[in-house]
Structure formats: structure tokens, C-alpha cells
């Protein structure tokens, strides 16, 4: 029986009906300006209203192609309350990665940023995307703060093609404000809501359909594990909108619970601690790397944290060194918390489970939220092992999601239903579980490079690479980094015929640029006579690990 009661409705449908609960109270602030639940309410209306006239129908993916802006949120329920699915894709990502979601979204609209206009263009040759919507920053930020920051009302030259309409989002909103028809499309729990992108198990990237139960529980887990959601409270909006986890606790379960969302579009350590001093906000989370960059920020060194309620961490894997230095600094500040690590995967929106409030255990991720159950079994089976056994971590629950969207075989590959009816998430991560329930994860089954709390998959970037034509072959590897942990880094065989040389290095680069996002592309490449392969013909990356690992201790060492 669950512990904890979930609506059979939609994501808009609740955070209507809290906009309706706590008229008065803040949603969210962006760049000084703060919305209440009212208006924001009205908002999701007058969108959602802009959307029907545009024709988009029930089920009808919806491309939003942005960072932490309120036109993000505001789209994000306005298709939740027509019916259509949010289709969430990172606005940093290459031409290709790009086009790729649209191909398998299948919609009609596609939402960016004005200054990407040139690139949503190109992306969205020879797809289904009918009208290109551009948003800018500085339509919901006061004329005086524009200036401020720096901001402007671009004027975007790009022309639409031949049956492509370019509308900027004030054009788009005008037509909301003469529709008259605000009312819900019925959604329920089950329907999908939205679509996040993950590599699964093999790297391949996949888009996984997430339905509004998913989220909806997820939000209600939280708040019950986390013990300090709560209405009128404020939380640091950092983790971006595109991400499980800034998604699914950053948005959803602060806006469920009446917290008011502070926005931050893009994480700077300067910023970021300004708005800790400013702002005063009572939760926080991210990933390590924010957590290491503000513990060696000049502006935090008189920040007063006693404000704070609950700090979490996930996203990627948190050393205890991290964590006991982080427990240190929110003390010095006067914070009564301490920093809690979730543990969780794209394939279940984010975090399943968490460390318990003051209580840590040496090495733990916490223990499983209200309704998720956590189980170990022998890799490749479903042969459960013995507590404190290592094997691959599986997990079911009510914020499992629906499937691979418009893949079945891959989605076969990591669900499966047992005996009693219950669907089971391979995750493709190796832990245990000891006799009291709490979960510890060692290491992970997948290829899979994490860079500041993003997953990079090897064998993406090793194909962007390969895409220029002086690249025979590659093979991309994690390597230690100051700031993201872990970063990409790529080895090079040549094609006859070509030399290499720092050109032709930043050439690749560049070329790579135009299929992968931003925080993909390699930290360093070096080419090589060869590349070493495994007895079945495989590049053998574990041998290049040895390799960098060697050769930069020996640098470290001169």
C-alpha cells in the first residue's frame, strides 16, 4: 500500500491549483523581478491559450529549447494544460542533437532563445517544425534592469524558410490575450508530460517519456523525505530546466509545495553567492561542482546561511572529502544543515533516494523515498543477492518512467515486470544495500563521462569527431577536472595523408561543435600512431586511462 497519496491529474493541473491555494505568495523571481502564484497562474492561461490557437493538439510534442527563464516554466504548464508533451532539449546543444529530438518528437513548434535563431533554423531543416518561437531574456525583466544587465530586445534578422514561421514571444502571447478559451485539457496520471534525453545503458542517447505521475510523485517524495519544501519557502533554482533534476525538484516540487523558484539561467560562482547574500533562500541543490566552487568563492566568506533548510547534492557521485568539507563551511556560515546526497537516474526523473536529515552513514546514498523499493541483483539477471553484496542497483516506483519514447527494444533492455506484477528500472549502476535498508553506490555498469552533473556518452562525442573527414578513428575518456570532476578527453588516429597540427586540431573541434552540446566537447586531443584494441578488435579505452593517467603523473612529477 502507498505511503503517500498521488492525483490522477496533470503537472498544470497542480500547480494551478496551488496558484489558486496561495494567491499571494511569490512563485518565482527572475533578475530582481518576483511573480506571485496569481499571475503566474495567469501566465500558464494566457500561453496555454496562444498554444491553442496556434493549433498544437492533444499529445503534440512541443520543443522548449531554453535555460532558467520564467518563459521556460510558463511553456513548460501551458502545454502540460492543453494536453501536448514537452519536449525538453539542452539550448546549448549541437545543430544535430538538436535536429535529432525534433525527428523524434514529431511536433510542429519549436521554442529557443533569439541569439540561437541561426541555429534553431538550421536544426530544424527537414523536420516536422512548422513555426520557430523566439524568446528573449528581456521580456520579463524592467527596462532599468536590462540595462543593468546588459540585456536587450535583439533584433533578430533570421528569415524563416518556405513554410517556416518565425514569431517572437510577445506576437506569440497577443494571440493568447484575444482566446478566450483558458480551460484544462483533462490529463491523467499515466499520460506522458514530458521528454528528457539520457544515454540509457549502452550511450545511446534516447528520449525518455516521463508521465505527469512521475513528476507529480516525485514532487511529493521529496517534499516527505526532504522535511523542508514547504509553502513560502525559497529555493536557489540553479540546475537547469532541461535536467531531471533541476526539472523535476529545482521547478516542479518547489511550485507544488508554494516555495517561490529563484531563477538563475546560468551558473556563475559570483552570481551565485550574490543571490545567497541577497536573497536569503531556505534550500539549495546541485551538483558537486557547485558545491566545490563555493567553497572557494571570495564573495561567500561573510554570507550569513542560517536561513538555509535543507542542502542537497546529486546529480553525480559525492566524495566524503566534498561532503565533510561542505558540512564544515555551512557551519563557519552559521547553517544548522548539513549537505544530503541523493541518488537517482534520468530513467526515474532524478532523485529516489537520500540521505535522512542528520543522520549519515559512511559512504550511503540515503535510503529509498515513500513508495520507491530498491533491490540488488547479479548483473545481467534478476537473481536478487544478499545485503551488503555489490550488483546492479534496480528500482520501481511510482516515478519510474513510461519508456524510451518510440523505443521498444531499447526500453525492454532495462524494464522488466517480475512475478507480482511490479515493473523493475535497470539502472546500469553497481551498489549494495545493508541490512537496514540504506543503499551504497560503487561504480557504474555504462560508459558514461560525468561533467558537472551532465552525462556525456563516449561514444557520441567519439562519432562528432569522426564525422571529420581527417579522422579515421577515435576514443574519448573521463579525466580528472578542478572544477566539473570529470571531463571529456579525446585520443585521435589520422587518416593518411594528414599531419596534425593546431589548426587542423581546432578544425575537428570546431566540426564536433556542430553534434554535440557545449560541455561535451573534449577538454584536450591528442593524436596517436595508434589506438590500442581489445582481443575482439575494440579500442581498449581502459588502456588509454592507464595511458593519460601515466603520462600526466609523470608531468606532475618534472
Not at 565533510?324 to 534520468?346: C, M, P, W
Not at 578544425?507 to 561543435?513: G, H, K, L, Q
Amino acid at each position: 500500500m502507498s505511503e503517500l497519496q498521488y492525483p490522477d491529474t496533470g503537472m498544470a493541473a497542480c500547480v494551478l491549483a496551488q496558484c489558486e491555494k496561495t494567491k499571494d505568495a511569490f512563485a518565482y523571481e527572475f533578475m530582481g523581478k518576483r511573480v506571485r502564484y496569481r499571475e503566474f497562474g495567469r501566465q500558464i492561461g494566457e500561453c496555454a491559450a496562444a498554444l491553442r490557437n496556434m493549433g498544437i493538439e492533444e499529445d503534440e510534442c512541443v520543443t522548449i529549447c531554453l535555460p532558467n527563464i520564467p518563459q521556460a516554466l510558463i511553456l513548460l504548464y501551458a502545454v502540460n494544460a492543453i494536453g501536448a508533451v514537452a519536449n525538453m532539449v539542452h539550448p546549448l546543444a549541437g545543430d544535430a542533437e538538436v535536429k535529432e529530438s525534433l525527428r523524434l518528437g514529431g511536433g510542429r513548434l519549436l521554442v529557443g532563445v533569439d541569439r540561437f535563431a541561426e541555429k534553431l533554423l538550421r536544426a530544424s531543416e527537414d523536420t516536422g517544425i512548422t513555426t520557430i518561437l523566439l524568446a528573449n531574456p528581456a521580456d520579463y525583466v524592467p527596462v532599468w534592469k536590462r540595462m543593468a544587465a546588459k540585456l536587450s530586445e535583439q533584433a533578430v534578422e533570421a528569415e524563416g524558410r518556405k513554410n517556416v514561421t518565425v514569431l517572437k514571444w510577445q506576437d506569440f502571447l497577443s494571440h493568447g490575450r484575444k482566446e478566450g478559451n483558458r480551460q484544462l485539457t483533462p490529463r491523467k496520471a499515466t499520460d506522458g508530460a514530458v521528454i528528457l534525453y539520457s544515454g540509457g545503458t549502452t550511450g545511446k542517447r534516447k528520449g525518455i517519456l516521463l508521465t505527469n505521475y512521475n513528476f507529480n510523485a516525485l514532487a511529493l517524495q521529496t517534499m516527505d523525505a526532504g522535511e523542508c519544501v514547504k509553502p513560502r519557502c525559497r529555493m536557489l533554482s540553479v540546475m537547469p530546466v532541461f535536467h531531471g533534476f533541476g526539472l523535476g525538484i529545482g521547478i516542479h516540487t518547489a511550485l507544488m509545495a508554494g516555495c517561490e523558484c529563484i531563477l538563475i539561467p546560468q551558473f556563475s560562482v559570483s552570481a551565485y553567492a550574490k543571490l545567497l547574500r541577497k536573497y536569503r533562500p531556505n534550500v539549495i541543490a546541485g551538483v558537486p561542482t557547485i558545491f566545490e566552487a563555493l567553497l572557494c568563492a571570495k564573495k561567500m566568506r561573510r554570507v550569513d546561511l542560517s536561513c538555509l533548510t535543507g542542502v542537497f547534492c546529486g546529480g553525480d557521485s559525492l566524495s566524503e572529502e566534498l561532503k565533510n568539507k561542505v558540512d564544515i563551511f555551512l557551519a563557519e556560515h552559521g547553517a544548522s544543515e548539513q549537505l544530503r546526497e541523493g541518488y537517482g537516474t534520468t530513467e526515474c526523473v532524478t532523485a529516489s533516494c537520500l540521505t535522512p536529515r542528520y543522520v549519515y552513514r559512511r559512504g550511503s546514498i540515503g535510503l529509498p523515498f515513500p513508495d520507491m523499493r530498491y533491490r540488488i541483483v547479479r548483473p545481467g539477471t534478476e537473481e536478487e543477492v544478499p545485503p551488503m553484496t555489490e550488483g546492479e542497483i534496480c528500482l520501481s516506483g511510482p516515478t519510474v518512467m513510461a519508456c524510451y519514447y518510440r523505443d521498444p527494444e531499447e526500453t525492454a533492455k532495462v524494464i522488466y515486470t517480475d512475478a507480482d506484477g511490479v515493473r523493475w528500472l535497470h539502472t546500469g549502476d553497481l551498489g549494495k544495500i545493508d541490512i537496514d535498508g540504506y543503499v551504497y553506490f560503487t561504480q557504474r555498469l555504462k560508459r558514461v563521462i560525468i561533467s558537472a552533473g551532465y552525462n556525456v556518452y563516449p561514444s557520441q562525442v567519439e562519432n562528432a569527431l569522426n564525422a571529420h573527414p581527417a579522422v579515421l578513428n577515435s576514443c574519448v575518456i573521463g579525466v580528472p577536472d578542478d572544477f566539473r570532476i570529470e571531463a571529456p578527453y579525446a585520443y585521435l588516429l589520422l587518416r593518411p595523408g594528414y599531419t596534425e597540427s593546431p589548426e587542423l586540431l581546432a578544425e575537428i573541434r570546431e566540426n564536433c561543435r556542430k553534434y554535440v552540446a557545449e560541455y561535451a566537447l573534449p577538454r584536450g586531443m591528442e593524436v596517436r600512431d595508434d589506438l590500442p584494441k581489445t582481443l575482439v578488435g575494440k579500442v581498449a579505452y581502459r588502456e588509454l586511462e592507464k595511458v593519460y593517467e601515466q603520462e600526466h603523473q609523470a608531468q606532475a612529477c618534472e
